[in-house]
């Protein structure tokens, strides 16, 4: 699964949710619909977390000096 992108990723798991939502799939199938699906629900997740923890937001101080600060969202 890490050689997916993000949008690969969400794609695959709205198919999966469409399937199960869908109620014409057997038992087993959908089983493995669901497992499929929390794991790249997991992986999306992760990808998200990754790229919070990247987002840096600019600021200036009363000086006019420049640092990096972590967004707060």
């Known amino acids: ?5 993000f949008e690969e ?3 695959q798991l709205e198919r999966a949710i469409a399937a199960l939502q869908d109620g014409q799939m057997p038992l087993e199938s ?3 619909q669901y497992q ?12 998200l977390q990754k790229a919070e923890l ?13 640092s990096m600060q ?3 969202l």
């Open 70 to 72: 972590p967004l707060d």
């Open 30 to 32: 959908a089983l493995q």
């Open 36 to 47: 499929d699906g929390m794991k790249l629900a997991h992986f999306c997740n992760e990808l």
């Open 1 to 5: 699964m890490e050689e997916l992108t």
């Open 9 to 11: 990723a969400f794609a």
């Open 54 to 66: 990247s987002v840096q937001q600019l600021s200036v101080d009363g000086a006019g000096a420049l």
